[in-house]
């Protein structure tokens, strides 16, 4: 039977990310995305020139419809581009917290070390409260120091076993205040090597893959949204971090060579058939 998700994010036009990379996963998986937009940008915010339309005002026309016509259970928010947005979901998901749905975040703030500008004290606020809401959050070492408090750059010079300690004892305080998993992208324990993590309240999983290349546009979001497709078909949380990790480097593995801009992203589009199950 397929399942439905609710996927609360933007859509950017340009740079094979966001709801395009979702919808596109998801489906693949055989499950049932429905997309309800937090803004529509011509192409995503790392390209200079990039038109936004927001549309935070439509976003109870979008849910309440939703919920009248059916009960969905599982949401899976990305970009949260004001403090109003974020406001918004936040109060819409603390309405729904008696159902107890599943909820997957990808905590969109920052990375290399940097909150990124257009996250005032406000925005990051909500997207942490958002957070501790949430059953499962995917965030890139970045944005775990951010929703903690940790100094990003004295981690982000951690190296081996140090820097997992470190990553574990975050995520430890995290999973106190009631998140589920903690999904943690970006590591770079060793030169020339990246690493995702899986933190529990029982201990922490790690998977290591040799770095292709620089970073690009939209990497984090097809990684969450095939983890979010593998939770959805039954898969344990390990197993759907494996999945999406595999998927992203098997891409990059077979055409990163060919990409001369990273605000493209990867062309994720003509290996979907390996997410079939």
Same mark, same amino acid.
Do not use: W
């Given at each position: 039977m397929t399942k439905r998700v609710v996927l609360i994010s933007d859509m950017s036009g340009l740079g094979n990310c966001s709801a395009g990379a979702a919808v596109a996963v998801i489906s693949s998986m055989g499950n049932e995305c429905v997309f309800v937009p937090t803004?529509?940008?011509?192409?995503?915010?790392?390209?200079?020139?990039?038109?936004?339309? /927001?549309?935070?005002?439509?976003?109870?026309?979008?849910?309440?419809? +939703?919920?009248? +016509?059916?009960? +969905?259970? %599982?949401?899976? +928010?990305?970009?949260?581009?004001s403090s109003e947005t974020a406001e918004f979901i936040y109060t819409y998901i603390d309405k729904k917290k008696d159902s107890k749905p599943l909820i997957i975040y990808d905590p969109i703030m920052g990375d290399n070390g940097k909150i990124y500008p257009f996250v005032d004290n406000t925005l990051k606020r909500y997207i942490t409260d958002i957070a501790m809401m949430?059953?499962?959050?995917?965030?890139?070492?970045?944005?775990?120091?951010?929703?903690?408090?940790?100094?990003?750059?004295?981690?982000?010079?951690? %190296?081996?076993?140090?820097?997992?300690d470190c990553i574990q004892t975050?995520?430890?305080?995290? *999973?106190?205040?009631?998140?589920? /998993?903690? @999904?943690?992208?970006? *590591?770079?324990?060793?030169?020339? *090597?990246?690493?995702?993590? @899986?933190?529990?309240?029982?201990?922490?999983?790690?998977?290591?893959?040799?770095? *292709?290349?620089?970073?690009?546009?939209?990497?984090? /979001?097809?990684?969450t949204s095939v983890l979010c497709g593998g939770i959805m078909n039954g898969k344990s949380i390990t197993q759907a971090c494996k999945k999406a990790g595999d998927f992203v480097n098997t891409v990059l593995i077979n055409s990163g060579s060919t990409i001369t801009d990273r605000n493209f992203g990867i062309p994720y589009q003509p290996f979907l058939n390996l997410l079939q199950e």
């Open positions: 803004a529509i940008l011509s192409a995503q915010t790392g390209f200079k020139d990039h038109y936004t339309a /927001d549309m935070t005002h439509h976003l109870n026309g979008f849910l309440t419809s +939703i919920d009248k +016509i059916t009960t +969905i259970n %599982t949401y899976y +928010i990305g970009f949260l581009q949430s059953s499962i959050i995917t965030p890139n070492l970045t944005e775990l120091c951010l929703l903690v408090g940790e100094d990003c750059n004295k981690v982000c010079n951690l %190296t081996g076993v140090e820097l997992y975050m995520c430890g305080s995290i *999973i106190q205040k009631g998140v589920h /998993d903690v @999904v943690v992208t970006g *590591i770079e324990p060793h030169s020339g *090597i990246v690493a995702n993590a @899986v933190v529990q309240s029982e201990g922490m999983s790690t998977y290591e893959y040799k770095r *292709i290349g620089a970073s690009y546009s939209g990497t984090g /979001d097809i990684f």
